[in-house]
């Protein structure tokens, strides 16, 4: 059996993912950074990006975070976001009338927020 | 009908429907208070994780931040208050309130001046009607608060914490809520939420004794602390916004409850004396009945000669 790490998204109000991974892959302040079992102890401040999971089970996860953390500790990852969507999630149609909104709007965070959403969603 | 018994029917009709309201009202809260309890039971995961991860920080590096250095002398300090936007809860409201003015007091004694912020119509109103200054205030949202809410009422007060105390910013930030202990219980209490006492959140987060790892810092320390203890506060407000909106639909739920018990114990008191009304009536007719007849034989008896 591949090593494994417990990985918990959770979001400010709830709880979204959690489950065993073999690679976690999320967007730092200071570029992608991707996380194996038995990694160095961690604590890095995430960007608005999408997460890759990638479960123990051979399956893929993805998620759209908009601003947190990420720590590692004893196999243990928490991704803690204010906002966290499973890519299942989110509606693609919403989420485009939102990014054309925001462009009209010239609402440079709205915009990103739903380019990452829908980033997140196609790459499913 | 006689006009006593007519009032008492009215009076009993009406009170039967003021039970119903009251009674819907109880319902609604119940309901209420469960909803409200998952939700702080949700957000558990997020701020245990989050308190794990300030504890790394501030145990894992000797970095200094505003946000947790303590003033020599405060001068200045900031309470939030939180109330809720609807009455009918009993004492809920005027609790919090009491609590927030025992705290001011207290602080103002030890030299401190007070900023007051209030979440909640209910405080607004309170402080409004005794024309007290209020720094800011926030409404609308009390009976299910957001996240985003939790953010929009966390944003001045941290920025007025890393303000400079003579350019109006504040030295201290207390929070006053109303604690949802069980559904029976709640209680007004005052807690200081800034500057953070690092050794006191490292106890809640670790009661086992649990050594923290050595963690590499992504950036750096500082960058962490930065984007971490804003985050931590918001997070600790939306907490209390949880349980005060919890504790105002309990509190809501018993008031509820004993208006309906006091509606149904009037109603009784009133069906007896209307019973009384009806029987003294009958009573009545009867006796005019009685004393008619007797009166026309009396009569009769006397024109038979």
């Known amino acids: ?124 | 009908m006689g006009a006593q018994l007519r009032v008492y029917k009215r009076r009993i009709r009406s009170v039967t429907a003021t039970k119903k309201i009251t009674k819907a009202m109880e319902m609604i809260a119940a309901s209420r208070v469960v909803k409200a309890q998952r939700k702080v039971a949700a957000s558990t995961p997020y701020a245990q994780e989050l308190t794990r991860a300030v504890t790394a920080v501030g145990t894992g590096s000797n970095t200094k931040h505003p946000l947790t250095t303590e003033t020599e002398n405060p001068t200045r300090a900031a309470v939030l208050l939180l109330t809720s936007d609807r009455g009918l809860a009993g004492a809920f409201n005027s609790n919090a309130i009491k609590a927030a003015e025992q705290l001011t007091a207290r602080l103002e004694r030890e030299g401190r001046q007070v900023d007051t912020y209030i979440v909640g119509r209910r405080g607004v109103a309170h402080y409004n009607f005794r024309e007290r200054a209020i720094a800011q205030s926030w409404s609308g949202f009390t009976d299910e608060p957001t996240y985003a809410d939790a953010k929009k009422v966390a944003a001045p007060l941290i920025e007025a914490i890393e303000k400079d105390t003579a350019e109006g910013g504040v030295d201290e930030l207390h929070i006053v809520f109303t604690e949802f202990v069980s559904m029976m219980t709640q209680t007004a209490l005052d807690a200081r939420l800034l500057p953070l006492r690092l050794e006191e959140v490292a106890e809640e987060a670790k009661p086992q004794g649990e050594i923290l790892p050595l963690f590499d810092f992504e950036p750096s320390a500082e960058d962490v602390l930065d984007a971490l203890l804003p985050r931590y506060v918001e997070s600790r407000i939306y907490n209390a916004l949880l349980q005060s909106a919890a504790s105002k639909h309990a509190a809501t739920r018993r008031a509820m409850k004993s208006a309906t018990d006091n509606a149904g114990e009037l109603i009784n008191t009133l069906s007896r004396l209307a019973n009384a009304a009806r029987q003294a009536e009958i009573t009545q007719e009867i006796s005019e009945i009685v004393g008619g007849a007797s009166a026309l034989a009396d009569a009769t008896a006397g024109s038979d000669r």
């Open chain 1, 1 to 124: 059996m591949a090593a494994e790490l417990h990985v918990e998204l959770v979001a400010a109000d709830r709880q979204v993912w959690s489950g065993e991974a073999t690679l976690v892959v999320a967007r730092t302040t200071s570029g992608d950074i991707g996380v194996m079992p038995g990694h160095q102890p961690l604590l890095g401040v995430l960007e608005s990006g999408p997460v890759t999971i990638r479960t123990s089970d051979g399956g893929t996860v993805v998620a759209a975070v908009h601003g947190g953390f990420v720590s590692f500790a004893d196999n243990k990852l928490s991704l803690l976001a204010e906002i966290a969507e499973l890519s299942d999630e989110i509606d693609v149609q919403r989420t485009e009338r939102e990014l054309e909104q925001a462009k009209a709007e010239g609402d440079a965070a709205a915009e990103r927020r739903a380019d990452v959403r829908l980033r997140a969603a196609t790459a499913r």
